[in-house]
C-alpha cells in the first residue's frame, strides 16, 4: 500500500478537460493518484461541496520592478506572491526589467535573487529586452534562453524601454535560433504621443482625458506592425493586454496568412470602461492601454468562449495612491505624469471565476484560461492542470462562497482595490503549492522564499514554422 503524504477527498476535480468527482493524493509534491477509492493512507482534507482546482498561473504580473520612468511598485516579491496565493494562483511569471545600459544577464540576476528571497510560491520571468548593444543579444539573451529564461518582452512606446523595428527584428531572429517567445506591450508610440501633445495644450489634463492619449489605433496599428515583422522573421509571439475589437480583427487577419500569434486579455478590459476615470479616484483605474468600450468587452469575451484569445492574466502593476506612486509628481499631476498599473493579482481568479460562470463558460473553461494554457504557452511543466505527475499546486474553491469586494481588502502593498464594490461568487478557501499549504482558513501559511523558479521549456508556441 503506497504512503501518502495527503489526500484531498471528496471533491469535484476540475481540470482543462472537464469535472469529475474523485480523490485526490499528493506525494513528494506531486499529484500520485486520482480515484474513487484512494486508501487511507495519512493525512486527509475534506473537500465536499468544494471544487479541486489547478492553482492559477498569471503570466503577466510586475512585481518589486523599477519602471521605465523610475518609479519602484508598491509590491516585494513576499507581498505579491502573498496577495496571489490568497487569490488561488500558486504560479506567476513576472518581469525582469532592463533599462538602457544595463546587461541582460545582470538584470536577470538580480530579480533572480529578489524572488529567491521572497515569493511563497513559484516562478518565471520575461526578459525585457530594452538594450540590444554589446553582447546583450549575441551572449546574454542567448545564454539567458539556454538556462530556462525563454520568453522575452518588448514594448514599442514609452521612452526609456521601447525599441525600434530594426531591434525588434535583431530580438526576434536571436528569439528563432536559441527556442523563446517574444511578448508584446504593442501600441504606437507616435500615435501616443501625438494624442497626448494636443491633449495637453488644450488642458485636458484630467485623469479621464488618459483613454484619448492612448487611442484605440494605437494599439491596432502595433499589433498589426509585430505581426508582419514576426511574420518576415519567422518567429513566434504573444501580443499582451488585447483592449479593442480591431485588435482581435487584426490578430483574426495575421493568423489566417500563417502568422503564429498567441493572446491574452485581462480582467479590467472585460468588466471595465473608460467612465472609471471620470472621478475623484480616477487615477486608480489608469492603466494603458485604456479600458474600452462595451462593444469591445463583449468581442473579449466572445473571443474567449471561442479561443481566439489565449489567457486572461492580471497585467498586475500596483502603485499607491500617494507620493511614492501615482502621485509621485504631485497630486495635481497631468494624467502623462501619473503612474499607469493596477492591483490585480489576488482578485483576477475570483473576478474571472464569477464572470465565466454567469456567461455560461465551463470549469473546463476557466482552468484552460487561467491555468493551463499560460502554462502551457511558456512552458511550465508540471503546472497549471491537475493529473498524474504534475505539481500538486491545487486550489480548493467554495463555488457558493459570496463575497463583495472592499476598498482595501488586498494581501498586497498597493493599499486600494480597483474592483471595490464587485460581489463574486466563488472563492479559492485553502491553496496549495507543490503539496504544502500555503492559504487556509483565510490565513498565510507559506514562507517567504519557499517557491522556486520554473525553468520554462521550449513549448509549442515557441516553434517557428521555417518559413523565413
Known sequence: MPSYDLIIRNGTLGTSTGTLPADLAIKDGKIAEIGSNIAKSGPEMDATGLLVLPGGVDSHCHIEQLSGAGLMNADTFESATRSAAFGGTTTTISFAAQHPGMRLRDTVSNYAKLAEKG?????????????????????DLPA????????????????????????????????????ALVCFHAENDGLIRWATKRLLAAGKVAPKYHPASHPRLAEVEAISRMCYLSQAADQPIMIFHVSTVEGLEVLAQARARGVQVVAETCPHYLLQGPELLDQPNGAAFMCSPPQREPTDRAALWAALANGDLQAVTSDHAPYRMDETGKFAHGSDAPFNRIANGMPGLEARLPLMFDAMMQRGLSIADFVRLTATNPAQVFGLAGKGDIAIGMDADIAIWDPAHKRTFG?????????????????????????????AVVV???????????????????SDAMKPANRL
Open 440 to 458: 487556509q482558513n483565510g490565513k498565510i501559511i507559506g514562507k517567504p522564499g519557499q517557491g522556486r523558479r520554473v525553468p520554462m521549456q521550449i
Open 119 to 139: 515569493a511563497l510560491i513559484d516562478h518565471a520571468f520575461h526578459a525585457i529586452v530594452a538594450d540590444v548593444s554589446g553582447e546583450n543579444l549575441t551572449h
Open 144 to 179: 539567458l534562453i539556454a538556462a530556462g529564461h525563454r520568453s522575452i518582452k518588448i514594448f514599442t512606446t514609452y521612452d526609456k524601454v521601447r525599441l525600434d523595428d530594426e531591434a525588434i527584428l535583431e530580438t526576434l531572429c536571436t528569439a528563432r535560433d536559441h527556442g
Open 407 to 435: 476598498e482595501n481588502d488586498l494581501h498586497d502593498n498597493c493599499g486600494y482595490n480597483p474592483f471595490a464594490g464587485y460581489t463574486v461568487t466563488g472563492w479559492p478557501v485553502t491553496v496549495l503549492s507543490r503539496g
